[in-house]
């Protein structure tokens, strides 16, 4: 699976940023897809996941929880995370994820519960 994330940039806090991810060349079924985050000096972080096959539950870490939204078009050819109310604290480098395996609740707020990654994008939040 490729993964391909866009929508970083630079905005002030309290606002609102869009990030995309097009997962494509998939050998099976997506299962699930996921954002993680990563701060200079900082080891990665879960932020937001997304079941894509049994439901489309979605979890997210607290830090995040009411601010930040996980979601997908009908087609599930695209994956989003709307973040809203933006803090400096949440300036990270931003990767999607995906597997195509069946993993607990658990496992998904798990960097090891992913097997593709993308490459990022950078959101900054300052003034």
């Known amino acids: 699976v490729q993964l391909q994330a866009s929508g970083g940039g630079l905005v002030q806090p309290g606002g609102s940023l869009r990030l995309s991810c097009v997962p494509s060349?998939?050998?099976?079924?997506?299962?699930?897809v996921g954002w993680f985050r990563q701060a200079p000096g900082k080891e990665r972080e879960f932020v937001a996941a997304?079941?894509?096959?049994?439901?489309?539950?979605?979890y997210y870490a607290d830090s995040v929880k009411g601010r930040f939204s996980i979601s997908t078009d009908n087609a599930k050819t695209t994956v989003y995370l709307q973040m809203n109310n933006l803090k400096p604290e949440d300036t990270a480098v931003y990767h999607c994820?995906?597997?195509?395996?069946?993993?607990?609740?658990?496992?998904?707020?798990?960097?090891?519960?992913?097997?593709?990654w993308g490459q990022g994008t950078l959101v900054t939040v300052s003034s």
């Open positions: 060349e998939p050998t099976s079924p997506i299962y699930a």
């Open positions: 994820t995906a597997t195509e395996l069946n993993r607990t609740t658990y496992s998904l707020k798990l960097p090891r519960g992913y097997g593709y």
């Open positions: 997304m079941r894509w096959i049994g439901g489309s539950s979605a």
